[in-house]
């Protein structure tokens, strides 16, 4: 099974703060890896997906990069709506698994 | 739009068994491999199980093999996962996701998800 490492698991940061999130994989994943934001009694958002590609609608400030076995979420700039966990998941073999997930929160 | 809509959770004694349906609306259904993502409480996401669109080849992680059983009936566009031998630990939320396999694979969108609780 492919494991992914996520870190930081928490992170408090302010309004326009730069953020970034990694996500290392066991093993090689071609560039499968996913990005979703959950907000407190919601379900999962796709952010971004095959590495970093941004899902329509998600606002140009959040970007994804990496290859191989490391991954990164970055917020260029954070906004209020911001606030929320995130995760990654790896598509390239089953099972799919996830990260542990990074919480950010209001410094 | 794109809606998936999960129904069937509810609170079950451990062995026992629930059934969860997705009705789904807003593309082809039959188009799509589909599967079950869960979230216990206060925990992270953890993959259940896929199906192919044509519903003749299944996935599952580990913990639920032999367990639980992912179906679909693209006359309905529904989505179903009967669960058998429930356990504590499968105490969760169950969200219905749409997997989008091209040049990438995603999951590109999740139903509000149905609660399952296992406890006498």
């Known amino acids: 099974d492919i494991q992914l490492t996520q870190s930081p698991s928490f992170l408090s940061a302010s309004v326009g703060d730069r953020v970034t999130i990694t996500c290392r994989a066991s093993q090689g994943i071609s560039g499968h890896l996913a990005w979703y934001q959950q907000k407190p009694g919601k379900a999962p958002k796709l952010l971004i997906y095959g590495t970093s590609t941004l899902q329509s609608g998600v606002p140009s400030g959040f970007s994804g990069s990496g290859s191989g076995t490391d991954f990164t979420l970055t917020i260029s700039s954070l906004q209020p709506e911001d606030f929320a966990t995130y995760y990654c998941l790896q598509f390239k073999s089953y099972p799919l698994t996830s990260g542990g997930g990074t919480k950010v929160e209001i410094e | 739009e794109v809606q998936l809509v999960e129904s069937g959770g509810g609170l079950v004694q451990p062995g026992g068994s629930l059934r969860l349906s997705c009705v789904t609306s807003g593309f082809i259904f039959s188009y799509y491999y589909m599967g079950w993502v869960r979230q216990a409480p206060g925990k992270g996401l953890e993959w259940v199980a896929n199906?192919?669109?044509?519903?003749?080849?299944?996935f599952y992680v580990d913990s639920v093999r032999g367990r639980f059983t992912i179906s679909r009936d693209n006359a309905k566009n529904t989505l179903y996962l009967q669960m058998n031998s429930l356990r504590a630990e499968d105490t969760a939320l169950y969200y219905c996701v749409r997997y989008v396999r091209g040049n990438n694979y995603y999951f590109d969108n999740w139903g509000q998800g149905t609660v399952a609780t296992v406890s006498s």
């Open positions: 199906i192919k669109a044509d519903g003749g080849e299944t």
